[in-house]
């Protein structure tokens, strides 16, 4: 077995991520579970400057920033299932999305914080990012990269799992008028590793609601 | 000569960049000066998400977001001077810290924004994370990836012209402490290429003092 070694939380879909590539490149791997409420000395020493998970330790070296993770697991290990395209254009459109998902990260993630009165401005604002990832990034295909799931569903489908949560939390519908992005979504969830690596939605709502005191 | 053409604004770091790695690359391209006060037909079909500056079109397929950018000359003209390491873990280091750099880019940008009450705040914060980098990230090499200027230099270097323009302009010393960044910098200046594909600092000066109704 490799030195390999993930430090992540259960919850984080940044986390769940990795575990995906790891799993579809059929790598083993150790996975220790930190506590960001209380962070371990080894996410401390390997992380020092965001302190945060997920972590990937091979052979002693750190690797941190999931999307980052998620390129260098394809690098090392680029025999089996291709995460980023071949083609260098390919490719550049691949890191295109995942930037701009990126970038939307803290409007995804304020949902869960709006109040009554920013509600329908911050649904709005999350819809029209939405639809501007299914027409111009998804468009008709059946993921991201083409036929298979690859990077880009990688890094979006965790999103989308955590936006629905927040969803049912905050009692609002953001994403039921973008009917390919549901499509795909459930195509997503469908996909064995997917489904063996991501809690459920139930359990991530559960998680949420303690955290921020809700319900 | 390939169909090859950059479109971009001269003063634009982000723009320069790119130049520098095609030129590092030997690649022969043709140069599209844009206005973004009237955004040209060419710049809003090619990137109509963002509508910015740089937009490389290599055999009319647009790529945009200068790291990827440079990550697409990269993995297309592999043969002459490598850009980013080859290695999967140096990779991810350097695909670290530019990805630590671009998420400040709003804190250094708002230095020539910023009023007398928020200057002090706002230069404790840039020197916060200019020592981060210089500790963690430059450390004693002469440049990030070594001893040529590589894939990180070229982003921080760019960013450092810009935040010396901010200085000037704003009348303040934010990274006079950080002696081994003041020294990788005055490197990076000497570099020929760096010297041919960027504005002075006279000239930014001069644009952003206009552009923001400044002296």
Same mark, same amino acid.
Not at 10 to 24: E, M, N
Not at 130 to 146: A, N, P, R
Not at 177 to 185: D, M
Not at 195 to 211: F, G, M, T, W
């Given at each position: 077995?490799?030195?390999? +070694?993930?430090?992540? /939380?259960?919850?984080? *879909? ?5 575990k ?5 490149? @059929?790598?083993? $791997?150790?996975y ?19 302190? #945060? ?5 091979? @052979? ?6 999931s999307? &980052?993770?998620?390129?260098?697991i394809?690098?090392?290990w %680029?025999?089996? $299932? ?5 083609? %260098? ?6 890191? !295109?999305? *995942? ?6 990260e ?15 401005k ?18 008709? +295909?059946? =993921? ?5 799931m @690859?990077?880009?569903?990688l890094?979006? @489908?965790?999103f989308?799992?955590?936006? #629905? /949560?927040?969803?049912? &939390?905050?009692? /609002?519908?953001? =994403?039921?008028?973008? *009917?390919?992005?549901?499509?795909? !979504?459930?195509? !997503? ?9 991501? %809690? ?7 998680? $949420?609601?303690?955290? =921020?005191?809700i319900?």
């Amino acid at each position: 077995m490799e030195d390999l +070694k993930l430090i992540g /939380v259960w919850y984080s *879909t940044f986390v769940c991520r990795v575990k995906c590539a790891l799993q579809l490149k @059929g790598v083993k $791997y150790e996975y220790i579970e930190d506590d960001l409420s209380n962070k371990s000395d080894l996410l401390l020493q390997y992380n020092p400057i965001h302190k #945060k998970v997920p972590v990937l330790l091979h @052979g002693g070296k750190p690797i941190v920033e999931s999307l &980052i993770i998620l390129e260098y697991i394809d690098e090392t290990w %680029p025999e089996r $299932y291709p995460i980023l395209p071949k083609d %260098p254009y390919e490719r550049s459109k691949a890191k !295109f999305w *995942t930037k701009f998902m990126g970038d939307q990260e803290s409007t995804f993630w304020s949902l869960i914080k709006t109040t009554e009165e920013t509600k329908e401005k911050k649904i709005n604002e999350i819809l029209e990012i939405l639809k501007t990832i299914e027409e111009h990034g998804l468009g008709d +295909k059946k =993921f991201f990269s083409g036929d298979d799931m @690859g990077f880009v569903d990688l890094a979006f @489908g965790t999103f989308m799992r955590w936006l #629905k /949560v927040a969803e049912v &939390i905050k009692e /609002v519908k953001v =994403f039921e008028t973008c *009917t390919r992005l549901q499509a795909w !979504f459930e195509r !997503f969830n469908e996909v064995p590793v997917v489904k063996e690596n991501l %809690p459920s939605q139930d359990e991530l709502v559960a998680h $949420y609601k303690l955290k =921020f005191c809700i319900g």
